[in-house]
């Protein structure tokens, strides 16, 4: 019987010279702490040998396009290679010292993707779509020189309305949960993005964040209080900046009733840096 040995959720920009430049230096001191913070999770991820490391993110759109925005997506296949950029965003431009292909665990992903068609969830799935900063930012910053785990990448649209809801993001965690407890793999689990912020979404209000939403979030998640926050509307969280909490309604069904422990949680004018892992004993 596999089980989930590991879940964390943390910010995706991880670009101290990024927010030196946008926030001074106590953009580049809060990034550095929190991802001093993200390393340390690293650390203990590393001590559990896991088999797999799904990894829950969003496109930006620029792995999909509004050709094709899915709500959920899996990324299948034996590799998947970093995305490259021309004139890319500051922090996509990061990615560049970091390796240019990374290896799928092709048997989870595929048990994920096909139990979860049999379920009744409407998945996409992608052999080519390329992983930006929303995954390779974390994922290196946990583990530093040490070997990375093959990998299960998850897109969630958090961005082009109408969105999946978070009571769907909640229930197909658990689908992945049941599907790891099927399997014979030790698994872990992160989740990407945020907290509050404004990117394009609303160009007004760039630079602006949320503080007292996001309390409500981290209370939620440290009680284990878990249906108010699948009870989340599309527009709560489009309008306080946390449309990317839909990647954490993923892990929080996946690893629901455990109650959340916040490593760091720092307030900055562009961002709500976070970093939370999940007490799973």
């Known amino acids: 019987m596999g089980r989930i040995v590991f879940a964390a959720a943390m910010s995706h920009v991880l670009d101290p010279d990024y927010y030196e430049r946008v926030c001074g230096a106590v953009g580049r001191r809060k990034t550095d702490e929190a991802m001093a913070a993200i390393a340390a999770m690293g650390e203990r991820f590393s001590a559990t040998g896991a088999d797999a490391l799904v990894v829950v993110a969003d496109d930006h759109l620029n792995a999909f396009s509004f050709n094709c925005v899915p709500a959920i997506c899996v990324r299948i296949g034996r590799d998947v290679p970093r995305m490259r950029q021309d ?60 070997p990375i785990p093959p990998l299960v990448p998850i897109w969630i649209n958090c961005f082009v309305a109408p969105q999946p809801t978070a009571r769907r993001c909640f229930a197909f965690g658990q689908h992945i949960a049941r599907v790891v407890a099927r399997g014979d793999w030790n698994v872990g689990i992160i989740a990407t993005g945020g907290l509050s912020h404004f990117p394009e979404l609303s160009v007004a209000r760039i630079g602006d964040t949320d503080s007292v939403f996001d309390g409500r979030l981290i209370h939620w998640m440290e009680r284990g209080e878990h249906e108010p926050l699948q009870a989340l509307s599309g527009d709560e969280l489009h309008k306080s900046g946390s449309h990317e909490f839909l990647n954490w309604m993923v892990l929080l069904g996946a690893v629901s009733p455990a109650r959340a422990e916040v490593r760091y949680f720092g307030e900055l004018p562009r961002i709500n840096l976070a970093a939370v892992e999940w007490n799973l004993a």
């Open 87 to 146: 004139h890319a965003e500051a922090f996509d431009a990061v990615l560049e010292h970091m390796p240019i292909s990374y290896p799928l665990h092709e048997a989870l992903a595929n048990a994920i993707l096909e139990q979860g068609t049999a379920a009744g969830f409407d998945l996409a799935l992608s052999w080519e779509a390329p992983v930006d900063h929303a995954f390779l930012a974390p994922v290196n910053t946990m583990h530093g020189t040490r």
